[in-house]
């Protein structure tokens, strides 16, 4: 069984504070810091730009993608890190987009994040082909799934509600219609288990800023199924997915397998603090995680409901059809969330009426949830979030 308590011990949460948040950005790794500073010194002071060779720079982005890659079902060789989720995304779509290059339509839903869309909107935009980006609802991805559909692209986890698509048979609708898909695990690496070799998936993105606690900015990471990763084309041909970068040619020739989705000069620094924060997986089960994450969540919902009725669940209440993360719906859910979080409490706001609240095992147990819902129903029954100051919207919600 998981060590819980352990885990737990391997953070920095600051006293007075329930941390509800993990969907959005990870808590601090007490191991972090000691591991950059000794980049910082040892490495990036001492050995200069030596560093590359000697401590092993460059092939960070590999060895990281590699510890990532056991944590969502990858075999060794297939995850590599770099760059943002929504450069990742970009990639992505562009070599599956070529691997079906008699169709035009990429599909995806009302429940995917934004800039997923936004980066297909700009990319059939500079393709000039007439691809087309249909969006359906959750529930309909499956029967929009048809013969004419090039790619289907979806966010696993609904970054609003929770909801979590069934990749498996998802995937195999898609490849029985001849069409590719690409799977965003922002809110699904190191929220629950993934199975992305059993799942067959072809392509997978996500960010290691959430779950995977690397910090603000955290590098992201790209995976390709074996089966492709020495056919697609990088339509981000960078001198680090280059066959040999150091030989310096004028003509791009892809690298093999994997990393030929290398683009630039990795963020070290950064890749340096994910790493010792993926040191806190070692040991854990995903299958405890799973358990214990829709147990909290089970607890949650049930004691919220239970002490503020004026609150409507916005997310699925089968713990196995959701993430590891709850929504409320409420029209003054902004304010609501600004004094639960003057009471520290701190979740999140999703536009237009949600208070969304995260839940990690690895740091967060029953007592957090029922301290946070004591402090809710205060706020909800004594309408405390019912002052100008709360409604004042920041630049991040």
């Not at 730009?49 to 990532?68: E, F, L």
């Not at 936004?118 to 048809?146: C, N, R, T």
């Not at 219609?177 to 070799?197: E, N, R």
Request: include cysteine; glycine fraction near 10%; aromatic fraction near 8%.
């Amino acid at each position: 069984m998981t060590d819980f308590e352990k885990t737990r011990s391997l953070f920095y949460l600051p006293e007075g504070v329930i941390y509800l948040d993990g969907n959005s950005l990870g808590p601090l790794p007490l191991a972090a810091k000691q591991r950059v500073g000794k980049l910082m010194t040892d490495e990036w002071g001492e050995l200069l730009i030596k560093g590359w060779n000697q401590a092993g720079w460059m092939m960070m982005p590999r060895r990281i993608g590699d510890r990532i890659g056991r944590l969502i079902g990858a075999a060794e060789g297939t995850v590599v890190m770099g760059d943002t989720l929504s450069i990742k995304v970009y990639q992505a779509l562009a070599s599956a987009l070529e691997l079906v290059p008699e169709r035009r339509v990429v599909l995806s839903d009302s429940g995917n994040f934004p800039s997923d869309l936004y980066m297909a909107q700009g990319l059939i935009g500079s393709l000039g082909k007439g691809h087309e980006l249909k969006i359906v609802e959750p529930e309909e991805v499956e029967a929009a799934i048809d013969e004419t559909v090039a790619v289907v692209m979806l966010t696993e986890v609904d970054y609003r509600t929770g909801r979590l698509h069934d990749m498996k048979a998802l995937t195999e609708k898609a490849h029985a219609a001849g069409a590719i898909t690409v799977w965003d695990l922002a809110h699904t690496a190191g929220a629950l288990p993934v199975d992305l070799s059993g799942a067959g998936a072809d392509f997978a993105v996500g960010c290691t800023y959430k779950y995977l606690n690397g910090g603000p900015g955290a590098p992201a990471f790209i995976y390709v199924a074996p089966r492709h990763a020495d056919r697609v084309r990088p339509a981000l041909s960078g001198w680090l997915g280059h066959e040999q970068p150091f030989a310096f040619d004028l003509d791009y020739r892809p690298g093999g397998g994997i990393d030929r989705m290398r683009v630039g000069t990795p963020p070290i620094i950064g890749l340096a603090a994910l790493d010792a924060a993926l040191d806190a997986w070692e040991g854990v089960d995903m299958a405890d995680l799973r358990r214990q994450s829709i147990k909290l969540c089970d607890l949650f919902v049930a004691e919220v409901e239970k002490r503020c009725p004026m609150l409507k669940l916005g997310s699925p209440r089968d713990g196995t059809k959701r993430g590891s993360q709850i929504s409320f719906l409420h029209e003054e859910g902004y304010a609501i969330m600004q004094a639960l979080i003057a009471r520290g409490v701190i979740g999140d706001f999703r536009a237009p009426n949600a208070i969304r609240f995260g839940f990690t095992p690895l740091y967060i147990g029953e007592a957090e949830v029922l301290g946070a819902v004591d402090i809710l129903e205060d706020i909800m029954t004594n309408r405390l979030w019912d002052t100008a100051e709360y409604r004042q919207r920041a630049l991040v919600t």
